[in-house]
């Protein structure tokens, strides 16, 4: 069973961290490029962007994240991990930085002009059953880049909610609310098939 790291700067780390381990996967927390470079995979949590790409910053993890994401390591990145997997945004806050790696332009807060936060089903390629979709401030992929397969699309608004390309997936919603394990079994089939 791989090792999945949980980036554990800022946001949900706890909740992933036991996802994760109700999947059996071994999931430890990552602040450190000694941490990081110990693991098969990693999880990028929601929370809020901006303090965790300052923070990277500040414990010297942003060039080796990215260094780790642009060399093939598997990233999840749900709601503001999604937003550090971009290559562009919008709506970012002044100078606000990414790890990228993902092909695509999302918008932060993008759902906010109509409601905060909803919650709601979602269809999502490969899964039998939708997800329970939980948004909070949440953003969408605006725009993807040819290599970048769409998942998920919002219902309502038919924006796009999950992504992925390579090794890289990406949802605007939070899989580790609740306890439905298959987005995080869908990452941990992505990180077994990469090693
Ligand atoms: N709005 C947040 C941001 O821009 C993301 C919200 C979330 O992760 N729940 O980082």
């Avoid at 036991?18 to 693991?39: C, N, Q, S, W």
């Amino acid at each position: 069973s791989p090792t999945i790291g949980v980036l554990a700067l800022q946001g949900d780390v706890r909740e992933h961290v036991t996802a994760l381990e109700g999947l059996g996967v071994r999931a430890v927390t990552v602040r450190r490029p000694a941490e990081l470079d110990a693991v098969d995979g990693l999880v990028l949590p929601g929370g809020e962007s901006t303090t965790i790409v300052r923070l990277a910053r500040t414990f010297e993890l942003l060039e080796p994240l990215r260094a780790a994401v642009a060399g093939g390591l598997p990233a999840l990145g749900t709601c503001a991990g999604m937003i550090l997997l971009a290559d562009r945004l919008l709506d970012a806050a002044a100078g606000q930085e990414t790890i990228g790696g993902l092909d695509v332009t999302v918008r932060r807060n993008a759902f906010g002009r109509q409601v905060d936060s909803f919650e709601g089903p979602v269809r999502v390629a490969g899964l039998d059953r939708p997800v329970h979709g939980v948004f909070i401030r949440a953003p969408w992929v605006e725009e993807a880049g040819p290599d970048v397969e769409v998942l998920a699309r919002d219902e309502r608004t038919d924006r796009i909610v999950m992504v992925r390309q390579g090794a890289l997936m990406a949802t605007s919603f939070h899989p580790e609310v609740g306890d439905d394990p298959r987005i995080h079994a869908l990452f941990r089939e992505l990180v077994t098939h990469h090693a």
